[in-house]
């Protein structure tokens, strides 16, 4: 299954954030690369926790600018 998470840059509090509803996940980090990381790691955990099947899944990472 695709999810798209959307990614995006907050000024105001110096982070990138990711979120995805469809999952369910937000997440935040002052570095783009270990935000996209971790958005990797805990989303397969998550999925699996939620009894959905975390095999074929592929995260499209959508930037907002």
Known sequence: MNYEV???WDDEAGVW???????PIAMESRSF????ERVKAAA???LELNGKSAENTRLCFMTAH
Request: net charge negative; aromatic share 0%; hydrophobic share 55%.
């Open 6 to 8: 959307n990614v995006k």
């Open 17 to 23: 954030c990711a979120v995805c509803d469809k999952i």
């Open 33 to 36: 690369d270990a935000l996209i």
């Open 44 to 46: 397969l955990e998550i």
